[in-house]
């Protein structure tokens, strides 16, 4: 079996996906009217006859939803990428050996609240005064609880995107 992955919006991705549902939900009840001959009761769907219904039309449910959805996709206006052809912009975090990680620990006992690396303007939040580690730079330092780099390199990395040129990249 190939698998294709396409490039869909959040938002188209679940409108389709509502209506692959859709779907599949009227196959299902077309399939249980036409077994039972009208919108069965609780004992009905218990009997053993009717236990076999509704296990057919669950499967004429995922049937018709997938259909639905494949369909959808194929109409999809975007171009399939590729699978593994195309890199992600986003760098890989690698996690620090644990060696560095206690030296940082250590070095982090001493640290002052007015460190550069520290977010100082995240102090007065509900979560502003996490211990973090900056995987960046490998230290440990203050800030919101979802932050993953320290003031320093921040502001490095933005000094650095303001002045590269339009042909450079990082």
């Not at 076999?52 to 399939?80: H, N, S």
Request: some cysteine; overall charge positive.
């Amino acid at each position: 079996m190939t698998t294709t992955t396409y490039m869909v919006d959040k938002m188209e991705l679940a409108r389709m996906r509502g209506e692959a549902i859709a779907a599949g939900q009227q196959a299902y009840d077309q399939a249980i009217k036409q077994f039972f001959g009208h919108v069965p009761n609780r004992q009905e769907r218990r009997s053993p006859e009717g236990k076999k219904a509704v296990k057919a039309a669950e499967q004429i449910r995922e049937q018709a939803a997938r259909a639905c959805f494949e369909a959808a996709l194929k109409k999809c206006p975007l171009a399939p990428v590729p699978t593994g052809a195309t890199k992600s912009t986003v760098p890989e975090l690698k996690r620090p050996t644990p060696e560095v990680f206690e030296a940082a620990r250590q070095e982090f006992q001493n640290v002052q609240l007015d460190d550069s690396r520290n977010w100082t303007e995240d102090y007065p939040h509900e979560n502003g005064n996490y211990q973090n580690f900056c995987y960046s730079c490998n230290r440990f330092f203050l800030g919101h609880k979802r932050r993953i780099i320290c003031h320093d390199c921040s502001t490095a990395a933005a000094a650095k995107a303001t002045t590269l040129t339009a042909g450079e990249t990082a």
